[in-house]
Nanobody, 125 residues
Framework: QVQLVESGGGLVQAGGSLRLSCAAS????????MGWFRQAPGKEREFVAGVSRGAVTLYADSVKGRFTISRDNTKNTVYLQMNSLKPEDTAVYYC???????????????????WGQGTQVTVSS
C-alpha cells in the first residue's frame, strides 16, 4: 500500500513559479515509477511528467523546458518544479505511483496504481 500526499499548489501570476511536493509513505519512491498528472475543469486527466525507477524522466510537450520532475529518496518525496507558468497550466495536479513498471514511464492514467488527493494550481493572466 502506498499513500501519496501532494502540497504546494496555489495562486500565481503568469510567468511565475511553483514547486509541488508529493510525499509518499508505505514504500520508498525509488522503488517505483512516479508521475504527475493534471486535470482542468471539463477536461480529462492528462500526463504532465514522470520519473522511472532508474531516474529517467519524461515530459508532456506542453511543459517541456518549463517543468522539472525530481525525486528525493531521503525524504521519500517527488517534486514538480514549475516555471514560466501560463494560464493554461491551471488545473488540479495529482501525483501517482506505478508500482509495476520496471523501466517504462507510462502516460496513461490507468497504468498508475496509487493516487494522491490533488492540489489546485491557478495561474492568473
Amino acid at each position: 500500500q502506498v499513500q501519496l500526499v501532494e502540497s504546494g499548489g496555489g495562486l500565481v501570476q503568469a510567468g511565475g513559479s511553483l514547486r509541488l511536493s508529493c510525499a509518499a509513505s508505505g514504500r520508498t519512491v525509488s522503488s517505483y515509477a512516479m508521475g504527475w498528472f493534471r486535470q482542468a475543469p471539463g477536461k480529462e486527466r492528462e500526463f504532465v511528467a514522470g520519473v522511472s525507477r532508474g531516474a529517467v524522466t519524461l515530459y508532456a510537450d506542453s511543459v517541456k523546458g518549463r517543468f522539472t520532475i525530481s525525486r528525493d529518496n531521503t525524504k521519500n518525496t517527488v517534486y514538480l518544479q514549475m516555471n514560466s507558468l501560463k494560464p493554461e497550466d491551471t488545473a488540479v495536479y495529482y501525483c501517482a505511483a506505478d508500482v509495476r513498471s520496471l523501466r517504462i514511464i507510462f502516460t496513461r492514467v490507468d497504468a498508475y496504481d496509487y493516487w494522491g488527493q490533488g492540489t489546485q494550481v491557478t495561474v492568473s493572466s
